[in-house]
């Protein structure tokens, strides 16, 4: 019974792969959305921060307008717009990405840039005054320095911001 036990755990072991990480999920999802000045539809950088990590979405320019959307707009992620995930040394604010110089402390510890995706805005109003702009994220695909994925179906859902005329 020992042996069969040893040989068990001897191939769990050995048969463990060494590819591709993959992590389900990076959870910004209850995160506000912030940026360094008033929203309008010039806007074009957005992100998130929660503690010692960011996730900074670099928007297609001209991609917010403020008129009722009748489908969907869609920007592709690395060659319109850009998405990048980061990992700081230590807590960050939003002075590091609104500030003139950013500050020396904390150290970006590892920047992850989003391959593929597609950046889905979809825009509403009640008034035509103020436009509501949802924006979805799908497929969205970061890999690492060391060739390791980030598969992450599950940041559907950036948020959503107002602008108005």
Do not use: W
């Not at 604010?93 to 950013?102: A, I, M």
């Amino acid at each position: 019974m020992k042996k069969n036990i040893f040989l068990a755990f001897s191939i769990v072991f050995l048969s463990c792969s060494d590819g591709d990480l993959q992590i389900e999920t990076l959870d910004f999802d209850s995160i506000a959305i912030q940026n360094c000045d008033a929203l309008t539809t010039a806007t074009e950088v957005l992100f998130k921060i929660d503690g010692d990590e960011a996730l900074i979405l670099d928007l297609q320019t001209g991609l917010l307008q403020n008129e009722v959307s009748t489908t969907t707009i869609e920007s592709t992620i690395s060659s319109q717009s850009r998405l990048i995930y980061r990992v700081f040394s230590n807590n960050v604010s939003t002075s590091y990405f609104c500030d003139d110089f950013p500050p020396s402390e904390p150290k970006v510890t590892e920047e992850i840039e989003a391959e593929s995706g597609t950046v889905l805005i979809t825009t509403t109003s009640e008034d035509n005054i103020t436009f509501t702009h949802t924006i979805q994220l799908q497929d969205i695909i970061l890999r690492n320095a060391s060739g390791e994925s980030i598969i992450d179906l599950t940041i559907n859902d950036f948020g959503t911001i107002e602008t108005s005329n």
